[in-house]
């Protein structure tokens, strides 16, 4: 597996480049610096390293990305803050991984990016957005479908929503400024209409219908409604709503409700 790390010269870089030094061949390490003077400081602080370890690059400039990226499995992107370009870099790098097929984009954000009046917090919330955007159209795997049977979904049994809710409302302190993401299954409604075939034993069908039928369905019929359901459904059609599953799984404490388990239940 080839791993690049950018701001290699850096400091929180340095300690993912040490733990990684500590578990895995130097040869799957590519490190992005921008001058050879950088070089010459990382081969210093880690004799293992080799010429090879290194991109010289520079996130401003595409041309010098392309190269850095090719033939890399994996991208570990911490990138400056406090400069205006950050999220163009950002996006710089995400566009060229997805140009050479790199298989993952760590990114290491920062706490709290939605706080949007924090400058270098609103530079990161932006190209997670891009990169949410990007992960969900790349993901690919009758009921009633107000958009594209074969997008991901996040869903979220609401027993364990309520029970994650319940925990914290009952022991609130050691979740204090937490955020969490929950989402218990990821799958396409073609998968649920499949699951719930077999369980019933009969043919389930899907039925499109327009995202009008829908949002009458939920009532809506004008005004903010309206708009923010067509902008939901639009959405969910292009690129689905995927989630990682991790976050409550360690919640619950156990495995997520996924619909199968909620169809015998
Ligand atoms: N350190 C922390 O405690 C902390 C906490 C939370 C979040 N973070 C986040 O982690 C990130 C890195 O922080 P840090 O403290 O490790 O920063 P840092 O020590 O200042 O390192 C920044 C790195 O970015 C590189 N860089 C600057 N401009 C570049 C460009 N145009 N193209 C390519 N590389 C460029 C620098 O390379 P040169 O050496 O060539 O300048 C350097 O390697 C930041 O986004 C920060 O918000 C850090």
């Not at 390293?49 to 499995?73: H, Y």
Request: glycine content about 8%; overall charge neutral; aromatic content about 8%.
């Amino acid at each position: 597996m080839t791993i690049l790390i950018t701001g290699a010269s850096g400091r929180t870089s340095g300690y993912v480049i040490e733990a990684l030094l500590a578990s895995s061949p130097t040869s799957d390490l590519r490190l992005l610096v921008r001058s050879e003077v950088a070089i010459q400081k990382l081969t210093a602080k880690y004799p293992g390293l080799k010429p090879a370890n290194f991109a010289i690059g520079d996130l401003l400039e595409p041309s010098t990305i392309g190269p850095a990226v090719a033939g890399i499995d994996v991208i570990f992107h911490n990138g400056p803050s406090f400069i205006p370009n950050e999220t163009a870099m950002g996006i710089a790098l995400i566009e060229a991984a997805k140009a050479a097929g790199v298989k993952h984009f760590v990114f290491c954000s920062v706490l709290h990016p939605i706080l949007t009046k924090l400058l270098n917090h609103k530079a990161k919330r932006d190209i997670e957005e891009y990169l949410i955007d990007l992960s969900a159209t790349l993901q690919s795997s009758v009921i009633s479908a107000a958009w594209n049977p074969k997008t991901w979904q996040g869903y979220l049994d609401l027993h364990d929503l309520a029970e994650v809710a319940a925990k914290v409302i009952l022991d609130p302190a050691p979740h204090n400024l937490s955020r969490y993401e929950l989402c218990g299954q990821n799958c396409t409604i073609e998968d649920v209409a499949r699951e719930l075939s077999a369980h019933i034993g009969k043919k389930i069908a899907i039925k499109n219908i327009s995202s009008e039928e829908a949002l009458a369905h939920f009532g809506q019929s004008g005004g903010y409604g309206v708009e923010a359901g067509d902008r939901m459904l639009y959405y969910y059609n292009k690129r689905g709503i995927p989630g990682n599953t991790n976050v409550l799984r360690w919640l619950l404490g156990r495995e997520p409700t996924t619909w199968k388990a909620l169809f015998q239940l």
